[in-house]
């Protein structure tokens, strides 16, 4: 029976996404290991980039938000997770539960808009190659991601907003961390109205930065077919794998999601979970590697550490 409470009674929720899970160690082994992969290769790509002054460029920029939004996404929903798999503690507080709610919700659509404004960039060194340092300089770069952070915030300041007034009747919550529909269904309030509008935000960000990224790209493929050299055209090709890759990592999982929950298809909870973990994990643990390996600059600039390292120990 729900426990009937109201908002200024709430002091903690009790988290209990994890409660049907056969082998939680395992699984929070996996997901702490993920993790600190995540972490460690976000922060070894911003690290290389702020010490080298070669790196100081839009794209490079552009790279070091997008590991500092892989890092929120991750931070502000996997602790909750590891804690609950690996030392079963389940319970959080009410104010740290609206602020990891708003802050997931917050990495969600930074990761859409960081992505979108990387391939505006790939489309203007590839469109405007002779413009491009005086078109998108670093100052206006510093300015575009501020701007994409305010209105991001602004976007998902409509969660704890519409959350806030709420009284609540249960303080379970049947997920894996405090996530807007689960916080809503603890409510006493009928749900489907806060699930739609989110459905309909949640839509509008997820298509709106697709159509764009489709269009850059269809612009760029445009250019490529007119050219003539072979060698130019691998090396656009060069230029925009990593950031497609990227795009296929992030986008991919979260319309097999959509497209799986408008069929109708029944998934277990556990399967249900299962590609909520993948399509908070996957993207920011594939990002950095990416960068990494295929970004010459940064490659080269592991290489010479590596190389140092080696050195030194012989």
């Known amino acids: 029976m729900a426990e009937n409470v109201s908002r200024r009674g709430i002091s903690e929720f009790i988290i209990t996404g994890f409660d049907n ?46 590991a500092i939004v892989d890092m929120l996404y991750c931070t502000c929903s996997c602790p909750t997770m590891i804690g ?14 609206i602020i990891q709610m708003f802050m997931f919700g917050l990495g969600f659509v930074m990761e859409m808009f960081t992505i979108s404004v990387m391939a505006f ?5 590839i469109i405007k190659p002779l413009r491009y340092h005086s078109i998108l300089t670093n100052v206006r770069c510093v300015i575009l991601t501020f701007l994409l952070w305010i209105l991001g915030s602004a976007t998902m300041s409509l969660v704890p907003g519409t959350v806030l007034p709420l009284p609540f009747c249960n303080t379970t919550l049947k997920f894996l961390f405090c996530e807007y529909g689960s916080v809503v269904r603890a409510t006493c309030v009928d749900p489907n109205p806060y699930f739609d509008m989110m459905a309909i935000v949640t839509f509008f960000l997820m298509f709106g930065t697709f159509s ?29 794998f ?60 592991i290489l010479r550490i590596v190389c140092k390292v080696g050195r030194a120990e012989h």
Do not use: W
Request: with cysteine; hydrophobic share 45%; aromatic share 12%.
């Open 21 to 66: 899970f056969e082998k939680p160690m395992i699984l929070g082994i996996v997901i702490l290991t993920v993790y600190l992969l995540v972490m460690f290769g976000n922060l070894a790509n911003i690290c290389f980039i702020v010490m080298d002054k070669r790196l100081h460029q839009p794209m490079y920029l552009f790279i070091s938000n997008l």
């Open 84 to 97: 609950n798999l690996l030392i079963g503690f389940k319970t959080i507080s009410y104010v740290p539960c």
């Open 121 to 125: 960039d790939r489309f203007l060194a």
């Open 212 to 240: 764009f990224i489709c269009g850059s790209y269809l612009m760029i493929v445009i250019v490529v077919v007119k050219m003539n050299s072979t060698g130019s055209k691998k090396k656009v090709f060069n230029t925009c």
């Open 242 to 301: 990593s950031h497609l890759t990227v795009v296929v990592c992030y986008y991919g999982p979260t319309f097999i999601i959509t497209i799986l929950t408008r069929a109708g298809m029944v998934l277990r909870l556990e399967e249900r979970h299962g590609l909520r973990i993948g399509t908070i994990l996957g993207p920011s643990l594939v990002n950095p590697f990416i960068y990494s390996f295929r970004t010459k600059e940064i490659r080269n600039k």
